[in-house]
């Protein structure tokens, strides 16, 4: 059975840091492209940051130089470290693997 189980969401004040973690099972990770996405109310889901096998990494413009994605593969698992966050950065945050699977999503609301 294939699950991705993201952890890590809640209320931050704007300028806060908060880590997200997606932890799969029932895949094949360490061989996988796995990405963050996220949809604000209103809104389609938008890429965050995708990290290749191989650890190459890509961004979302609005992301760049404040949220960092990695990955270990030891532990299965994908993080999401976003720091000097913004109110427009309240989303649902998924997870996603290879492009096909996603998760639940987590709640991030970033307000004062």
């Known amino acids: 059975q294939v699950q991705l189980v993201e952890s890590g969401g809640g209320l931050v004040q704007p300028g806060g840091s908060q880590r997200l973690s997606c932890a799969a099972s029932?895949?094949?990770?360490?061989?996988?492209?796995m990405g963050w996405y996220r949809q604000a109310p209103g809104k389609q889901r938008e890429l965050v940051a995708t990290?290749?096998?191989?650890?190459?990494?890509n961004y979302a413009d609005s992301v760049k130089g404040r949220f960092t994605i990695s990955r270990d593969n030891a532990k299965n698992t994908v993080y999401l470290q976003m720091n000097s966050l913004k109110p427009e950065d309240t989303a649902v945050y998924y997870c996603?693997?290879?492009?096909?699977?996603w998760g639940q999503g987590t709640q991030v609301t970033v307000s004062s």
């Open positions: 029932g895949l094949i990770f360490r061989i996988a492209t």
């Open positions: 990290i290749t096998s191989g650890g190459s990494t």
């Open positions: 996603n693997h290879g492009n096909t699977f």
